[in-house]
């Protein structure tokens, strides 16, 4: 059964990570995305429990090439998708996870030497 599960999970983030692939390929100068997770991208005890009013959502960094960082986030369900700018989702990713900030401009940084 594990083996069935897993395979499931690992179906769900290549079919993400295809989409993901194809959303910064449509939108070539933003280096954030935000979307909703794909059933079963992440493992439940990853997600946890979202409190009453929250949703989860991924943002996505792009890196360069094919290189790309899924990051979990909870908002508000009044929150959209759409219309995020790259300087807010930067902000979200400086407030929710500070330390992968510094991460991924050095990633970036190293990418183009």
């Known amino acids: 059964?594990?083996?069935?599960i897993d395979a499931i999970h690992g179906a769900a983030i290549d079919a993400a990570c295809a989409s993901d692939k194809a959303w910064?390929?449509?939108?070539?100068?933003?280096?954030?995305?935000?979307?909703?997770?794909?059933p079963m991208e992440f493992e439940p005890v990853e997600l946890g429990v979202a409190?009453?009013?929250?949703?989860?959502?991924?943002?996505?960094v792009h890196i360069s090439g094919e290189a790309r960082i899924r990051l979990i986030i909870q908002l508000p369900?009044?929150?959209?998708?759409?219309?995020?700018?790259?300087?807010a989702l930067e902000r979200l990713v400086f407030a929710t996870y500070p330390e992968w900030l510094t991460k991924i401009r050095k990633l970036r940084?190293?990418?183009k030497a």
């Open 24 to 38: 910064f390929d449509e939108n070539p100068g933003r280096k954030y995305n935000i979307r909703d997770p794909r």
């Open 51 to 60: 409190p009453d009013g929250y949703s989860h959502r991924v943002i996505v």
């Open 77 to 87: 369900l009044d929150v959209p998708n759409e219309g995020a700018y790259d300087k």
């Open 1 to 4: 059964m594990t083996d069935v």
């Open 109 to 111: 940084r190293a990418s």
